[in-house]
C-alpha cells in the first residue's frame, strides 16, 4: 500500500512537472497550436478543389470531415509523442536526467507519469485546434457520435503511450538527434495508417503494415463514429476496440521493455549524462 | 533548524541497515568507455582508425571501504575519475568490474534499494532552469515519496538556512547566480536526509560564506542524522576540514588512503622536513606524473628537485 501510494505520488511528481513546463514555455504552446491549425487547414482546403479536379461529384462536407478527423488524429499523436521523447531530451539538456534516473521510482512510473501528462496535453490541444479549425467550415456533424469518438481516441491513446515510450528510447541513446530521430516513427505511421487516405490505397506489401498500426483502427473508429453516427456497440466500432485493447496491452509493457533495455545499455556506456 | 528524517517519508520502510556492515564497499572496480565506432566500420579508413581506437580507463581496480558515518574525500585532478565512481555508487553507472555495494545491497542487484538510500549533488546545478527552486525541490520530493504539505514547509526550512531569500524561492531558476542554483542542488539532497550523500564537488563556484554553511550542513547530516558521506572536491582545505579519511585517485587508479594528518606526516618524512606539509604537496606529491620515491629523493638531492625534474622529464617525453 506504502509502495502504490509511493508510485502514485511520483507519478504526479511528473504530471505536476510537465504542467509547470507547459506554463512556463506558454509561448511555445501558442506558436506549435497555430502552426498544427495551418497544418490543418491547409490540407483539409484540398477537399474544395477536389470536386473541380476530379470533374467527379464528390460531397464536399464528408471529405472535408474525413481530412479534418485525418488531421486531428496526426496532431494528438504529434502532440503525445513530442511530450514523450521531448522530456528525455529536455532532461538531458538540462541535466536532470541523472536525477530522475536515480530516484527510487520503477521505470513503469517514470514513463507512464510522464504519458499520461502527454496524453491530457494532446486530447486538450487538438480539442482546441479541431474547434478552430472546424469554425473555418459549416459543417454538418448532425450524425455523428460523440461518445464513440471519445471512447476510440482514449482506448487508442494506450497503444500511443507504448508507441512513445518505445520511440523515446531514440533520444536516450542518441545523445544529441535522437529526438528528431523519432519522427521517423510518426512519418512512418502517417504514411501506413490512412491519416488522409483509406489504407486500401496503399501498395500490397503496406497493407499489413498498416493493419499493426493503431493509428489506422483510431481513424476508422472515428470516422464511423462522427461521419456515420456509429454507435459504440455497433459491429464497426467493436471490429476496432479488441484489436486496440490488444495494441494496448501489448504496447505499453513492450515499450517499457525495450525502453529498460535501452536503460541498462546507457548505464554500461555511460550515456546517462548531461549533454548541453 | 535542524534537518529532516528520512524515517518520517516511509521510504526507508522495509529496508534493514545492520548497523555492523560497511557503508560502503568498493571492491576491486574498474570501468572502460570506449569510443564509439564509425558507421563504416569495414572501410579501410576506419579500420586504420580503429586500430588507434581510444579506450580510457575512467576507474582502474579501485578498492575502498567506508564506515558508517564517516565522511571520506576523493581527492584527483579533473579527468581523474572522481565522478565515475561516484556516478557507479549512484547507480548510474554499471561497473565493468568488481562489486559495489551500499549498505550490503549490491549496487547493480539491489538498485532500488540502493536509491532509496542515497542522494547525490554533481558538480552542475542540474535543474529545470524555467522553474522555481519551490517546483524543482516539489518534483524531487514527491520522487521521494515525500508529500507535498510536508515538503513545502521543509524546502523553505532548507533553503532559508541556506541564505535563500523567500521570493527567490519561487521566481524561476534561470534568473539565479551559478552559487545560489548550487545551493539549491545541495537542498535537494539533503531535503531527503539521505544515510548515504554523495557529494560530486558540491561547493565549486560558491563564496567562502556558503561553503561554511554547506559544510556546517554536511556536519550537521553525520553528527545529528548519522548520515555517511563520500565527498570529491579539489578544495583542499575543505577535504582537510570536513573529511575523517581521504582518497586520492590518479588516472583511475587510487593512489593513496588514510587521515590528511597521516599522509601529511608520510609525505613530510619523504621530504624531509619536520613540520607535517599542506595538502596541496600531499596532493602534488600523489599525482605527480611518476610518483616520488625516497630514492628519487636521494638520486636528486630533494623532492623538490625530483618533483621538477620528472615534471621536466615528462614534458620532453610530450
Given amino acids: ?276 | 533548524m535542524a534537518i529532516p528524517d528520512l524515517e518520517s517519508t516511509s521510504l526507508l520502510k522495509n529496508v534493514t541497515i545492520d548497523p555492523a556492515v560497511d557503508a560502503v564497499v568498493i571492491d576491486h572496480v574498474s570501468k572502460t568507455f570506449k569510443k564509439s565506432r564509425p558507421l563504416f566500420a569495414w572501410s579501410r579508413k576506419a579500420q586504420e582508425e580503429r586500430k588507434g581506437e581510444k579506450v580510457v580507463r575512467a576507474v582502474d581496480d579501485v578498492t575502498l571501504t567506508v564506515k558508517r558515518g564517516e565522511i571520506v574525500g576523493i581527492l584527483g585532478a579533473n579527468g581523474s575519475g572522481k565522478s565515475t565512481l561516484i556516478r557507479m555508487l549512484s547507480t548510474l553507472l554499471i561497473p565493468d568490474e568488481g562489486r559495489i555495494e551500499i549498505f550490503g545491497y549490491d549496487v547493480v542487484k539491489d538498485e532500488y534499494t540502493v536509491q532509496r538510500l542515497i542522494n547525490r549533488v554533481s558538480v552542475e546545478a542540474s535543474f529545470f532552469k524555467k522553474l522555481s527552486p519551490m517546483e524543482n525541490l516539489l518534483y524531487a520530493a514527491r520522487l521521494y515519496n515525500m508529500p507535498g504539505n510536508i515538503a513545502r514547509t521543509r524546502i523553505r526550512e532548507i533553503l532559508t538556512r541556506l541564505g535563500i531569500k523567500p521570493d527567490r524561492i519561487v521566481a524561476p531558476l534561470e534568473n539565479m547566480s551559478r552559487g545560489m542554483q548550487q545551493k539549491v542542488a545541495i537542498a535537494r539532497a539533503f531535503l531527503t536526509s539521505p544515510v548515504l550523500l554523495l557529494l560530486d564537488e558540491p561547493t565549486t563556484g560558491l563564496d567562502p560564506r556558503s561553503k561554511i554553511d554547506v559544510q556546517a550542513f554536511v556536519h550537521e547530516l553525520r553528527d545529528v542524522h548519522h548520515a555517511t558521506i563520500l565527498i570529491t572536491t579539489h578544495d583542499m582545505d575543505e577535504a582537510e576540514d570536513l573529511c575523517d579519511r581521504v582518497a586520492i585517485i590518479d588516472k583511475g587508479r587510487m593512489v593513496a588512503l588514510g587521515r590528511t594528518v597521516d599522509l601529511k606526516r608520510e609525505v613530510a618524512t619523504l621530504m624531509e622536513r619536520d613540520e607535517p606539509v599542506s595538502m596541496k604537496e600531499v596532493f602534488m606529491h600523489y599525482t605527480a606524473s611518476h610518483l616520488i620515491t625516497e630514492e628519487d629523493v636521494k638520486r636528486y638531492g630533494s623532492w623538490e628537485k625530483a618533483f621538477e625534474a620528472l615534471e621536466a622529464q615528462r614534458e620532453e617525453e610530450e
Fill in chain 1, 1 to 276: 500500500m506504502s509502495s502504490l501510494m509511493h508510485q502514485a505520488r511520483a507519478s504526479y511528481a511528473f504530471f505536476e512537472r510537465n504542467w509547470n513546463l507547459t506554463k512556463r514555455y506558454w509561448a511555445w504552446e501558442i506558436v506549435w497550436l497555430v502552426y498544427n491549425i495551418v497544418n490543418a487547414l491547409s490540407v483539409t482546403l484540398i477537399s474544395y478543389t477536389a470536386q473541380d479536379l476530379s470533374g467527379a461529384k464528390i460531397d464536399t462536407n464528408y471529405l472535408i470531415i474525413y481530412l479534418l478527423i485525418g488531421t486531428s488524429v496526426w496532431s494528438y499523436l504529434s502532440v503525445t509523442f513530442e511530450g514523450v521523447t521531448d522530456l528525455i531530451m529536455i532532461e538531458r539538456w538540462e541535466g536532470t536526467i541523472e536525477h530522475t534516473f536515480m530516484a527510487p521510482i520503477s521505470r513503469f512510473t517514470h514513463l507512464v507519469g510522464s504519458c499520461w501528462y502527454a496524453i491530457v496535453h494532446g486530447l486538450l490541444f487538438t480539442f482546441l485546434q479541431l474547434i478552430i479549425v472546424g469554425s473555418f467550415f459549416h459543417l454538418d456533424l448532425s450524425h455523428a457520435n460523440y461518445l464513440t469518438a471519445v471512447v476510440v481516441l482514449l482506448i487508442g491513446s494506450i497503444s500511443f503511450i507504448g508507441l512513445g515510450i518505445a520511440a523515446s528510447v531514440l533520444p536516450l541513446l542518441f545523445t544529441e538527434r535522437g529526438s528528431q530521430m523519432s519522427y521517423i516513427v510518426r512519418a512512418i505511421l502517417l504514411l501506413i495508417s490512412g491519416v488522409y487516405y483509406p489504407i486500401s490505397v496503399l501498395p500490397g506489401w503496406m497493407q499489413p503494415l498498416a493493419r499493426v498500426s493503431p493509428a489506422t483502427y483510431v481513424l476508422d473508429g472515428l470516422r464511423s463514429g462522427l461521419l456515420n453516427g456509429a454507435t459504440l456497440w455497433s459491429s464497426s466500432i467493436l471490429n476496432v476496440i479488441w484489436p486496440l485493447i490488444i495494441a494496448g496491452i501489448i504496447s505499453v509493457p513492450l515499450g517499457v521493455f525495450i525502453f529498460t533495455l535501452a536503460e541498462k545499455y546507457a548505464k554500461h556506456t555511460g550515456k546517462l549524462k548531461r549533454n548541453g
